[in-house]
């Protein structure tokens, strides 16, 4: 039987969740910077920026818990075909209690002029490579056999497709984040590879936001996360940022049943952004963690003769 510490509690719960047990639902990721990570949850995104563009993540969430998700995403989109296509490429590594994992997704999309603003689908596909340590957890029978032996390191397909709609004012974008459920089952002393799509348990992320020109000093743009799955509850992450004179943004945000954030960001020129954002659990979390943080760095390499005067905001 495992030892519990009150702060282990949440591990027990992440290894239920997701590690090799034959669990149902999938796990996702998330940001508070969604924002600024789009290529990452909505492969539609990719070359939108018009520019070859890279944005690098790190998230330390729930800090003080053993076990607590810890997340690094990577990514680089470029326009194609003349601007009518995107390509791009993107990698994530995440501990979250006894499960390593790391994704790497090849990306493509097309886009075409609809209305107002453009139209972009985008498919990516690529491989999830995923390990459970389950000699990291600690038990009170010495040589439990549950416990003894780590999987393998094992290599599974996966995907995601988007739609991204968007102009100078607005965008709207619907993904789904991961097409195939991936899961490590054990098997008599073996660990077996279980790789299963099934539309029901597919996660849909509606994301939109749009840019209000205050001033000539002043934009504010608030966005919208909508997560929904099967059988479960809406989930929602709002945030609220204004950009003052194109180069510092500051604001809130609230992720519904889980925290309260505080962002800021700065634009150093119109290629280069930085950004951090700090979560207040609003959960009984609260009383032993003392909060999530988050850094995000993006750069766009304008490309040919091509060149911008105000930084993009979306």
Request: aromatic content about 14%; hydrophobic content about 40%; glycine content about 8%.
């Amino acid at each position: 039987m495992i030892q519990l510490k009150k702060q282990y509690s949440l591990l027990i719960f992440l290894i239920i969740l997701f590690s090799g047990s034959q669990v149902k639902a999938q796990y996702d990721a998330m940001f508070t910077n969604y924002m600024w990570n789009e290529m990452f949850i909505n492969p539609g995104y990719a070359g939108s920026r018009e520019a070859i563009s890279t944005t690098g993540l790190f998230r330390d969430q729930w800090v003080g818990i053993d076990g607590a998700p810890m997340t690094q995403t990577l990514t680089i989109h470029s326009p194609f075909l003349d601007n009518q296509a995107g390509i791009g490429l993107s990698g994530m590594r995440e501990t979250i209690g006894i499960t390593k994992q790391t994704y790497f997704m090849g990306t493509f999309a097309y886009r075409f002029k609809l209305g107002a603003g453009k139209l972009s689908m985008g498919l990516s596909l690529g491989i999830l490579n995923k390990k459970d340590m389950f000699s990291n957890v600690q038990t009170d029978q010495p040589a439990d056999v549950n416990f003894t032996l780590n999987s393998p390191r094992m290599s599974m397909p996966n995907g995601s497709f988007g739609l991204y709609y968007y102009n100078d004012k607005y965008y709207i974008g619907l993904s789904v984040p991961r097409l195939i459920n991936n899961q490590i089952v054990p098997d008599i002393g073996s660990y077996t590879a279980k790789n299963t799509f099934e539309a029901k348990n597919l996660h849909y992320f509606l994301t939109a936001g749009y840019v209000f020109n205050v001033s000539s000093e002043v934009k504010i743009k608030p966005t919208i996360l909508v997560k929904s799955v099967y059988a479960a509850p809406l989930e929602f992450d709002l945030s609220f940022n204004a950009f003052i004179k194109e180069t510092v943004w500051t604001g809130f945000a609230y992720r519904s049943g889980d925290a309260v954030s505080l962002l800021i960001g700065l634009q150093i020129n119109p290629n280069l952004r930085i950004g951090y954002s700090y979560d207040y659990t609003v959960t009984k979390l609260q009383k032993i963690n003392s909060g999530s943080h988050e850094i995000c760095i993006g750069y766009d390499f304008w490309i040919g003769k091509s060149k911008i005067v105000s930084p993009r905001v979306f």
